[in-house]
């Protein structure tokens, strides 16, 4: 089920790190403002907030491989990029995350290589 504008509106601000308290003042700031038509009551928002729960629950179901597999692209992609631009330091950083991501042998302390 797509979500309303309000709902939209009252998830984002949750997830900015609001609570609902802050919530109902910052939309009726907006109110006042004449940036939102309508009024937000105190059962108005708890009505948002509970119906915006499972959306947020929602989010939390994930494909871990597949979001592995996305990171790794953005980190190949971003070392990449900084490599062409000779930013070696972010060369580094990306490589050290890629390689807590993969979970690297060094991650903690290199090995010296002996062959």
């Known amino acids: 089920m ?4 309000r709902h939209s509106i009252v ?6 790190g609001l609570r609902e308290d802050e919530i109902i003042r910052v939309l009726a700031k907006r109110h006042a403002e004449g940036k939102i038509d ?3 009551t105190v059962e108005l928002v708890g009505q948002l907030v509970t ?3 499972p959306a947020i629950a929602a989010a939390a179901v994930v494909d871990a491989e597949f979001e592995r597999g ?3 692209l953005r980190l190949q992609t971003l070392y990449a990029r900084s490599m062409g631009i000779q930013d070696y330091k972010t060369c580094l950083a990306v490589q050290k995350e890629l390689n807590t991501l993969l ?8 090995r010296a290589w002996n062959p």
């Not at 797509?2 to 504008?5: A, G, R, V």
């Not at 998830?11 to 900015?16: F, I, P, R």
């Open 2 to 5: 797509p979500l309303s504008e």
């Open 11 to 16: 998830l984002d601000l949750l997830c900015s």
């Open 38 to 40: 309508w009024q937000p």
């Open 51 to 53: 119906e915006t729960k």
């Open 70 to 72: 996305r990171a790794v």
């Open 103 to 110: 979970r690297i042998a060094g991650v903690s302390g290199a």
